[in-house]
T-cell receptor
Framework: QKEVEQDPGPLSVPEGAIVSLNCTYSNSAFQYFMWYRQYSRKGPELLMYTYSSGNKEDGRFTAQVDKSSKYISLFIRDSQPSDSATYLCAMSADNFNKFYFGSGTKLNVKP | ETGVTQSPTHLIKTRGQQVTLRCSSQSGHNTVSWYQQALGQGPQFIFQYYREEENGRGNFPPRFSGLQFPNYSSELNVNALELDDSALYLC????????????FGPGTRLTVL
């Protein structure tokens, strides 16, 4: 079983839709949770960084962590075509060196 | 764009050869991590260097080795290349390894024939 599971998609939505992206994990020691966006032929870019359970909001993006269910989510409101990319979740037990990534969900926002 | 640069952008090698990939860290960052990203997969942690010492390693064999230099630039060396080594190799620089300060470079696409 992989440490982090993520639905690969692709997920196709119309512009303006609310997008929900999810990951599950098996290691209860994970405390630091990240969401990255990766455009084609680019390196991942950090979108959201959270510690432990709860919600965090930044503009159109909201990250949720439910440690009891080992489940994290990223919501994108008012999605734009420029949001079309692969979204990767990542997590770590101690916020240093070893981060575990999901396989990524490819999102396509249609104009 | 981040301040992390990688070279070369892409290269092609044959099985059994050796390869060296290079990474220049973001200014002020003292830690560099290397990741392997196979097509359609998420990045997998190879190792991390802090102040020129290896500071953690993922599940990769010893033929994957690295160096960090006093200016915090870094190299990833892979010996005895195998077909499965074909991937995007990403380096990420950070301050002390924290994810909240970690910036990725654009990657080097390695193809092994």
């Amino acid at each position: 079983q992989k440490e982090v599971e993520q639905d690969p998609g692709p997920l196709s939505v119309p512009e303006g839709a609310i997008v929900s992206l999810n990951c599950t994990y098996s290691n209860s020691a994970f405390q630091y949770f990240m969401w990255y966006r990766q455009y084609s032929r680019k390196g991942p870019e950090l979108l959201m960084y959270t510690y432990s359970s709860g919600n965090k909001e930044d503009g159109r993006f909201t990250a949720q962590v439910d440690k009891s269910s080992k489940y994290i989510s990223l919501f994108i409101r008012d999605s734009q075509p420029s949001d079309s990319a692969t979204y990767l979740c990542a997590m770590s037990a101690d916020n240093f060196n070893k981060f575990y990534f999901g396989s990524g969900t490819k999102l396509n926002v249609k104009p | 764009e981040t301040g992390v640069t990688q070279s070369p952008t892409h290269l092609i090698k044959t099985r059994g050869q050796q390869v060296t990939l290079r990474c220049s860290s973001q200014s002020g960052h003292n830690t560099v991590s290397w990741y392997q990203q196979a097509l359609g997969q998420g990045p997998q942690f190879i190792f991390q260097y802090y102040r020129e010492e290896e500071n953690g390693r993922g599940n990769f064999p010893p033929r994957f080795s690295g160096l960090q230099f006093p200016n915090y630039s870094s190299e990833l060396n892979v010996n005895a290349l195998e077909l499965d080594d074909s991937a995007l190799y990403l380096c990420a620089s950070s301050l002390y390894g924290g994810a909240d300060t970690q910036y990725f470079g654009p990657g080097t696409r390695l193809t092994v024939l």
